[in-house]
């Protein structure tokens, strides 16, 4: 299992975002039946079967990959606005930092003229 997603990992996961079923999707499933469906309209085709564990276990799967479906977006975008402000805040840092270091240098030169004027 990964532990962190990569620029690459994150623009894969946005390409096949972009070619699945549109979304909304929805959950179908009728009483009394373990078995569930995933379908983008209540009249379609389901895209998505669960069917082979207890019902409330499809049922809780169904409902966790449309909430998927419809936050997978907007995870990844997230993502990247996150990392995107990381790095701004470096770069302000490393700025800071250098001005910082720049100041030290100046004060100490003026301090050595200071020095060698008494």
Do not use: H
Not at 15 to 37: F, H, Y
Not at 72 to 92: H, S
């Amino acid at each position: 299992m990964k532990l962190l997603l990569t620029p690459e990992d994150l623009n894969l996961l946005e390409k096949r975002l972009e070619n699945i079923t549109p979304a909304p999707w929805s959950v179908i499933e009728k009483e009394g039946v373990d078995t569930v469906w995933v379908s983008p309209n209540l009249d379609g085709n389901p895209i998505a079967l669960f069917d082979y564990r207890s019902g409330n276990e499809n049922r809780a799967n169904a409902y966790f990959v449309t909430a998927s479906r419809e936050y997978m977006a907007i995870l990844i975008k997230e993502i990247k606005d996150l990392r995107n402000r990381v790095l701004e805040l470096i770069q302000a840092n490393n700025i800071e930092l250098q001005k910082r270091m720049d100041l030290q240098t100046e004060l100490k030169e003026l301090k050595k003229l200071l020095n060698e004027n008494k």
